[in-house]
């Protein structure tokens, strides 16, 4: 972790977890090879329910929750039913499919067999963040736009041609 208050952030949810019907699959614990610094191993647990609070809230921490679903129309259910939306990952043999199904989530970002930050505006949905980042998109924040409309007349005095519609500088 990048700091012992971050790292103390994490025990809850693991022991919350552990508490829970989830089955805790490996990890989550101080590793075995260390008793000093900021560490705690990556755990994985198996059967989260959705309502549990490992599906609900962020744990900022290596936690993985691997929730069973029945169908495509029930695992987009499961990935909208947050009040979270920063990222996610579509990972399927059939890609096409695969983008039909990132479609339909509500995310910032999502990849289909691919996730590459530095290709798009970084930002999020819900309660994930405000706004974008990284981007030229990021300046939006601070920016609003007006699209003016003008007959062929006033047009012409702006610009040889007139019609249509022109900013105005």
Do not use: H
């Amino acid at each position: 972790m990048v700091s012992e208050q971050l790292l103390g952030r994490v025990p809850g949810p693991i022991d919350r977890a552990k508490q829970s019907a989830a089955r805790l699959v490996t990890g989550g614990g101080r590793p075995a090879w260390s008793d000093r610094g900021w560490l705690v191993e990556p755990a994985v647990f198996a059967d989260v329910d959705i309502g549990d609070s490992l599906a609900r809230e962020k744990v900022f921490g290596p936690v993985l929750a691997v929730i069973p679903y029945d169908d495509e129309d029930d695992a987009v259910a499961i990935a909208n039913d947050s009040n979270y939306g920063l990222a996610g990952s579509v990972l399927t043999v059939a890609e096409q499919r695969g983008l039909d199904v990132a479609r339909r989530i509500r995310t910032g970002t999502i990849g289909v067999n691919y996730y590459d930050l530095d290709l798009a505006p970084f930002g999020g949905m819900k309660d994930s963040g405000i706004g974008r980042e990284v981007r030229p998109e990021a300046l939006d924040n601070y920016l609003e736009y007006q699209l003016v409309y003008g007959g062929a007349a006033l047009l012409e005095a702006r610009r040889p041609g007139g019609g249509g519609c022109l900013p105005f500088a």
